[in-house]
């Protein structure tokens, strides 16, 4: 079982900090390093984390990039679901398209810094 308190200062919040193959518990309140854990550890942890309500560390969640291509993804859903009705009258038509060119932009900013460039860049 993992130790679930700091032998420094009785402390029972605790989290986990990766540092480099090893990932140590520590301290919510005083910063202690309390040990390294192993897999099994972890996991019994992070387990009991849940059970308390805590979910600090979510080993399965999706990382900034993944959540930023989904956003990317879902722009493009709603240009396309924007371009799947005929426009209700000439003003609407204005309106869809000047909606939709926001849209894509903002896609294209998005994809542009994933892809590690300006948000501006335009490809030559
Ligand atoms: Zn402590």
Known sequence: MYQNCCKKCGSTSLHT????????????DCGAWIKWVSKDEL????HSK????????EPDSKDMITRLKEFAEYLDKVID?????M???????????????????????IL?????????????
């Not at 849940?50 to 560390?57: A, F, Q, S, T």
């Not at 542009?112 to 030559?124: H, P, Q, R, S, T």
């Open 17 to 28: 900090e990766i540092k480099g193959n090893n990932t140590g518990l520590y301290c919510d």
């Open 112 to 124: 542009n810094i994933l892809d590690g460039k300006d948000f501006n860049y335009v490809g030559a």
């Open 81 to 85: 679901k924007e371009y799947e009705n």
């Open 50 to 57: 849940k059970e308390n309500g805590i979910n600090r560390i």
């Open 87 to 109: 426009p209700l009258s000439p003003e609407d038509a204005i309106r869809r398209s000047s909606y939709c060119l926001a849209l894509e932009r903002d896609k294209n900013a």
């Open 43 to 46: 996991r019994a942890f992070e």
